[in-house]
C-alpha cells in the first residue's frame, strides 16, 4: 500500500492551496483518511480527518479555512486551505486507516508528506 501526495508549495499569505492524497496498491476497504503536519521542532498536528461513514474532524486553528473533501472511488482525499497564514508553514503528512486485501485486521499508513509554505 503507498500513499502518494502531491499539492504542496510556496504561496502567499492570504492564498490558497489544494492537496491530494491517493492510497493504491492492495486496498481492500478504508475506514478514514487526512491530514496531519509537522513543522520543524513541533509535534504532529492533526489538520483534519475525515471517514468513510461521513463524520469529520478539523484541528482549531484550520476550522473555517479549510475544506476536506474525498472521492471514494478513487481512494483520494483533498485538502483544500484558504486563507493561508505563515503559521501553515509545515510538511503536511496523508494519513489513512484501511484493510489490505488477504488481511483481516485495519492498520494505520503514512504518506512522505508534502512541504506547504506560507510567505508573510
Known amino acids: 500500500v503507498q500513499l502518494q501526495a502531491f499539492g504542496g508549495g510556496l504561496v502567499q499569505a492570504g492564498g490558497s492551496l489544494r492537496l491530494s492524497c491517493s492510497a493504491s496498491?492492495?486496498?481492500?476497504?478504508?475506514?478514514?483518511m487526512g491530514w496531519y503536519r509537522q513543522a520543524p521542532g513541533s509535534q504532529r498536528d492533526l489538520v483534519a480527518i475525515?471517514?468513510?461513514?461521513?463524520?469529520?474532524n478539523y484541528g482549531d486553528s484550520v476550522k473555517g479555512r479549510f475544506t476536506i473533501s474525498t472521492d471514494n472511488a478513487k481512494n483520494t482525499v483533498f485538502l483544500q486551505m484558504n486563507n493561508l497564514k505563515p503559521e501553515d508553514t509545515a510538511v503536511y503528512l496523508c494519513?489513512?486507516?484501511?484493510?489490505?486485501?488477504?488481511?483481516?485486521?485495519?492498520?494505520?499508513?503514512w504518506g512522505p508528506g508534502t512541504q506547504v509554505t506560507v510567505s508573510s
Open positions: 494519513y489513512s486507516v484501511l484493510k489490505q486485501r488477504l488481511s483481516s485486521g485495519w492498520g494505520d499508513y
Open positions: 496498491g492492495t486496498v481492500a476497504s478504508i475506514s478514514g
Open positions: 475525515t471517514t468513510r461513514s461521513g463524520s469529520t
